[in-house]
């Protein structure tokens, strides 16, 4: 079992900037891929940005140049930078690692972009 506990989410003007963290616990080890997803109301929930074990990352067309995501394994995180937010970025933001094929969601962190 992996238990997941995000954090860094809230308000902020479009142009701004947040991080995201998200902290795995219990069976760490194996874990291969760690992601982020988002989830907008009215819409289906949506990859954001992953990365493997091995160092690929993958970003949807929607943020690439405005976040970065990095995770740590030696601590078990992954974190997201996210810059120049754009009200469509407004969404409540899920972590996600996958360990021995099974899927693990943190419980979701909202981010609202908002003048």
């Known amino acids: 079992q992996v238990q997941l506990v995000e954090s860094g989410g809230g308000l902020v003007q479009p142009g701004g900037s947040l991080r995201l963290s998200c902290a795995a616990s219990?069976?760490?080890?194996?874990?291969?891929?760690m992601g982020w997803f988002r989830q907008a109301p009215g819409k289906q929930r949506e990859l954001v940005a992953l990365?493997?074990?091995?160092?690929?990352?993958n970003y949807a067309d929607s943020v690439k140049g405005r976040f970065t995501i990095s995770r740590d394994d030696a601590k078990g995180t992954v974190s997201l930078q996210m810059n120049s937010l754009k009200p469509e970025d407004t969404a409540v933001y899920y972590c996600?690692?996958?360990?021995?094929?099974?899927?693990?969601w943190g419980q979701g962190t909202q981010v609202t972009v908002s003048s």
């Open positions: 219990g069976s760490i080890f194996s874990i291969s891929a």
């Open positions: 996600h690692v996958r360990r021995t094929s099974i899927d693990y």
């Open positions: 990365i493997t074990r091995g160092g690929y990352i």
